[in-house]
């Protein structure tokens, strides 16, 4: 007797297939993935198309041969021509040439078939040039082309309400947006912008926007290296849920919301990012002496304090990050509402994260991420111990995920585990240069937790099956205790592909099996096929011992941020 299988279970299948992850150099092998299964019958072509067309893409690049000569790839025609075009609900645009003209990137634009309809259910563009050279005449972005190239864009895409800008040239050319016609017509227009994430200045229509309130609930501004502050108008303070900006000066980071009257309050601001210039040190005068030295550009205590407006409010915010801040960062912390904060994001060099960490205050903390971003060296050892155990020791009672992200070019990392986080902790996240026995000590002091990633863990690597039949070989169950019987997924996020593989090899012999009850291993992409042959090859040859080798038959190997 036949059975159909229900949508639900068919969809499940045909989404396995869908790995591009947003990327448009994994679109045309995606492309490829999904014709077959459209050809099945006609059922699975009706649930295959959507996923199938839902986004349109473009891509031009240089050809091998020669760096004059461009190359496009595009499935423009395809829906076109097939009449499918109504499914698409991106449009994905890369230019990753060295350097080309906006008028020639809208020929080939038009060449590809992009003007031959109005894309009515295309919601999101994706526009990214981003050129490895520039040019040295700004007739390759001239006024009047960049109006026309903008323009060119508006009238294909009239229904957006998620746009995604960057233009690597003119971000470093002039101030100027280059694709503002093409936001004005979506600021309170009939098809309201939801969201914007931009790598140029911001456009002059909001800047200056006088209007209604506006909908933009997620605003990205990356890339604003200019000498004055970014204007944003007050009316973005109701509206927004999500900012995130990059590459701000903290001197004047409340400047940039331009009012004159009334308090500056994020009503419904949810999540904040920040992002700060990088502190680069300058040769600074000694007064005394006369000599140079170098030091950190100084940066003033008033950040929170905006001109017109005084100290911002935050009544709802859940979520803050904040990143490459040079200045007193306990005080700074200190002026949000930590008391409410559900998640907490730091990054930093050495010299800007402090030791003495205290997260007493963040009493309702459920996530926390420490990342260090440069290298910690020989010398580093005792900062490094002091700083990891007072983050561990002071961290709320209400967290529940932590992770700890640094490069290390010492052999050891100390990982220390204080009372409540043993019991409390489910969710744990190492991306450093840690020893495996390091990693099995942690495990062995978390009674809670349930999902263990882990990145650049240091393993001797097997680089073949047959090693790790060897490994096997001779063993029995007393030779694996286990460290940890809450866990539930382990994910390893390593390198290149061959590394990989030697790695989850070594993994598979040395940690998995003192795992008894992790069920499902998330892997590289490119590995999940390489690791479940590894496995069935040493379950094959018979030297696992039981009951490690039922464990492993049940194990889940699947590809991880998928």
């Known amino acids: 007797m036949r059975v159909s299988l229900p949508d639900e279970l068919l969809l499940r299948i045909i989404s396995t297939y869908d790995r591009s992850n947003g990327k448009l150099r994994n679109m ?22 959507p996923l199938f067309c839902k986004r349109a893409f473009v891509s031009i690049d240089e050809t091998e041969a020669s760096p ?53 259910t295309v919601r999101r563009l994706e526009y990214c040039n981003a050129l490895h050279d520039f040019p040295e005449d700004d007739e390759y972005y001239a006024p009047e082309s960049v109006q026309e190239f903008s323009e060119f864009l508006s009238l294909a895409l009239p229904s957006l309400r998620d746009i995604d800008y960057e233009d690597m040239y003119s971000q470093f050319t002039y101030n100027r947006f280059t694709a503002s016609p093409l936001i004005n017509e979506h600021i309170g227009g009939p098809t309201a912008l939801h969201s914007l994430r931009t790598y140029s200045d911001l456009p002059p229509m909001l800047s200056h926007y006088q209007g209604q309130p506006i909908s933009i609930q997620k605003l990205d501004i990356s890339g604003i290296n200019f000498p004055r502050a970014l204007r944003l108008p007050k009316i973005l303070a109701s509206s927004l849920v999500e900012l995130d900006l990059s590459s701000v000066d903290a001197g004047k980071l409340w400047d940039m919301f331009a009012s004159n009257t009334g308090d500056l309050v994020f009503t419904q601001l949810r999540r904040l990012s920040l992002v700060f210039h990088w502190q680069v040190r300058i040769r600074m005068r000694i007064q005394d002496g006369g000599d140079e030295t170098d030091g950190p550009v100084p940066v003033p205590q008033n950040y929170m304090q905006a001109a017109n407006l005084g100290r911002p409010r935050f009544p709802v915010l859940q979520e803050l990050e904040v990143r490459r801040f040079s200045g007193n960062l306990p005080h700074f912390l200190s002026l949000f509402p930590c008391g409410q904060l559900r998640r907490l994001v730091l990054g930093g060099l050495k010299s800007e994260l402090p030791a003495s960490w205290d997260f007493s205050p963040f009493r309702s903390l459920q996530q926390l991420s420490v990342r260090y971003v440069d290298p910690i060296d020989s010398g580093d050892e005792s900062y490094i111990e002091e700083s990891l155990r007072r983050l561990f020791h002071t961290s709320p009672l209400s967290l529940q995920k932590l992770t700890v992200s640094l490069m290390s070019h010492i052999s050891t990392i100390p990982l220390p585990v204080y009372a409540p986080l043993d019991t409390l902790l489910t969710s744990l996240s190492i991306s450093g240069d840690v020893r495996v026995e390091e990693v099995v000590r942690v ?45 539930r997924v382990l994910e390893d996020e390593a390198g290149m592909t061959q590394r990989m593989v030697a790695k989850y090899r070594q993994l598979l012999f040395c940690l998995l099996p003192r795992l008894p009850n992790v069920y499902l291993l998330l892997v590289g992409l490119d590995c999940v096929k390489a690791v ?25 190997v699947q590809p991880w941020k998928l």
Do not use: Y
Not at 77 to 104: F, N
């Open 68 to 120: 004059v000569v461009l190359r496009t790839d595009s499935n423009l025609g395809l829906l076109l021509d097939t009449e499918h075009d109504d499914l698409a609900r991106e449009m994905v645009i890369w230019v990753t040439c060295s350097m080309v003209s906006l008028p020639k990137i809208q020929r080939l634009l038009t060449k590809a078939g992009f003007d031959r309809t109005a894309w009515l």
């Open 28 to 49: 045309p092998d995606q492309i490829r993935a999904l014709q077959p299964l459209s050809a099945i019958n006609q059922r699975w072509r009706r649930l295959t198309l």
């Open 532 to 556: 479940r042959k590894s496995i069935d090859t040493t379950l094959g040859a018979k030297v696992v011992p039981a009951p490690i080798d039922d464990r492993f038959r049940k194990l889940k």
């Open 443 to 487: 495990l062995e002091n978390l009674s809670s937790l349930q999902r263990l990633m882990i990145s650049d863990t240091i393993v001797d690597p097997l680089v073949s099956n047959a090693q790790l039949v060897g490994k096997f070989k001779g063993t029995t169950e007393a030779d694996f205790g286990g460290v940890s019987t809450s866990l």
